[in-house]
C-alpha cells in the first residue's frame, strides 16, 4: 500500500507530473501541480469528476496566493479585505474564491474566470508546499459525490489503485472541508458559497455581513450539488425517535449529536457536545455505517452555530442523494 511520511518522494512524484493524496486539517486533498493540465486532468480521471467542478488551489500563503489570484482593477476595499481574511485565517480552513490569474490552466477553474484559493492548517503539507515550486491544485481525494476522507485509509480504501503515493498526516483535526466565501463582482459584496470548517460568523467579525448563496445566484457553484458527500444507503434526517417509528422493522444506523438511541448501530459524535469534536467524527461515522449491516443511516438535525452549520450542509447534502427535496432552495 503506498502510504507513508516521505515528503522527499512526495515532491518528487508532484514534480513529474504525477498524483498524491495530502493530509489538510479539513480533509485529506488528492494532489496534483496547479501550474500542469495534464496532471490535474489526472485528478479529474482517478475521481471520476466533472470537468465543470473546478479545484482548489493549495498555497503555502498569501504571497503564493497572489500569484494564482490577480486582484488588480478590483476596489482597494476588497482587496484589503482579502488580505485581511488571509492574514487572520491562514493557515487555516477558508477558501477564497477570487479572480484568477491568466496563467492559472482553465481545467483548474473550469474555465470560469475566478480561482478558490486556501493555505492549509497541516505541517506536512506546508512542509511540503514550500518545497515545491508550483501551488497544488486539489480536491477532497474521494471518488465523486461520495464522503470525503478523514484518514489515509479512507483515501486507500476507495482511490489506493489510482494514486501513486498517499502522504499519511494522520486524522485530520477539522473533519469538514473549509468553509468557501467569494467576492461577488456583480454584487460588490461577499458571498459564502459553501459552509465549512471555519464557522462563518467567525468570518464576518473581520469583514462584515457575508451573503449567503442561493442556488440562483451561484449557477456555476457545483459545490452546492445537492448530491454530495453521500453514503450509499439511504439517509433521512430529523427527529430520530419519529424516523425509528417510521422505519421500525428495519436495521437503523443513527448519528446523533450527544443523544442515544437503541438502533442498529449508533455513532454519537461528541458525548460531551462539542460541536467541533462532532465534525472531526462526521464522516468517519458516515462511512463506519455505510459499511456496516444497517439498511439505513438516520441523523439528527444540529445546533444551527458555529460548525454545526457545516455538519447540516453535509448531513442535508448526504440524504439529498434519495430524495432531492431534502434541500430547501
Ligand atoms: O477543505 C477543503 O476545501 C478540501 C481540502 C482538500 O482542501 N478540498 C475540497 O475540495 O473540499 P473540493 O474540490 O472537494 O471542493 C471544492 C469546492 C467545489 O465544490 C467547487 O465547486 C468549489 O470548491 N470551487 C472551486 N473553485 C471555485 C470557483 N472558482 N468558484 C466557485 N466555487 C468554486
Ligand atoms: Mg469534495
Not at 471520476?48 to 497572489?66: C, K, N, S
Not at 506546508?126 to 486539489?138: D, G, N
Request: charged fraction near 20%; aromatic fraction near 6%; include cysteine.
Amino acid at each position: 500500500m503506498p502510504i507513508g511520511s516521505n515528503t522527499k518522494q512526495a515532491a518528487e512524484l508532484l514534480g513529474q507530473g504525477d498524483l498524491v493524496a495530502i493530509p489538510t486539517e479539513t480533509v485529506y486533498g488528492l494532489a496534483a501541480n496547479a501550474y500542469n493540465p495534464e496532471a490535474v486532468l489526472k485528478i479529474f480521471q482517478a475521481k471520476q469528476r466533472p470537468a465543470f467542478d473546478p479545484l482548489i488551489v493549495h498555497v503555502h500563503g498569501p504571497e503564493q496566493a497572489m500569484e494564482v489570484a490577480d486582484l488588480r482593477g478590483l476596489g482597494e476595499d476588497m482587496r484589503r479585505q482579502a488580505e485581511a481574511l488571509m492574514a487572520r485565517f491562514w493557515p487555516g480552513p477558508l477558501t477564497l474564491v477570487l479572480p484568477k490569474a491568466k496563467h492559472v490552466p482553465d481545467l483548474v477553474t473550469s474555465g470560469l474566470d475566478t480561482v478558490a484559493v486556501r493555505t492549509p492548517a497541516h505541517p506536512m503539507t506546508l512542509a511540503l508546499l514550500r518545497s515545491l515550486e508550483f501551488p497544488l491544485a486539489a480536491p477532497s481525494a474521494n471518488p465523486f459525490g461520495y464522503i470525503s476522507p478523514t484518514t489515509a485509509q479512507h483515501v486507500a480504501d476507495q482511490l489506493g489503485g489510482k494514486v501513486p503515493y498517499i502522504l499519511d498526516g494522520g486524522p485530520c483535526t477539522v473533519g469538514v472541508e473549509s468553509t468557501i466565501i467569494g467576492w461577488d463582482a456583480q454584487l460588490r459584496h461577499w458571498v459564502l458559497y459553501r459552509p465549512g470548517g471555519l464557522p462563518v460568523e467567525e468570518v464576518e467579525a473581520v469583514i462584515g455581513t457575508v451573503g449567503r448563496a442561493s442556488r440562483s445566484v451561484l449557477p456555476a457553484s457545483p459545490g452546492m450539488l445537492e448530491s454530495h458527500y453521500a453514503p450509499r444507503k439511504p439517509v433521512h434526517i430529523g427527529n430520530i425517535a419519529e424516523l425509528m417509528l417510521e422505519h421500525a422493522g428495519k436495521r437503523i444506523g443513527a448519528i446523533t449529536f450527544r443523544n442515544r438511541y437503541a438502533v442498529h448501530a449508533l455513532e454519537v459524535l461528541s458525548p460531551q457536545g462539542d460541536l467541533a469534536e462532532a465534525a472531526r467524527h462526521l464522516f468517519a461515522a458516515l462511512r463506519r455505517l455505510d459499511a456496516g449491516a444497517a439498511e439505513l443511516i438516520v441523523a439528527e438535525i444540529f445546533p444551527q452555530e458555529g460548525l454545526g452549520a457545516a455538519i447540516n450542509d453535509r448531513l442535508k447534502r448526504a440524504a439529498a442523494r434519495r430524495d432531492p427535496r431534502a434541500i430547501a432552495s
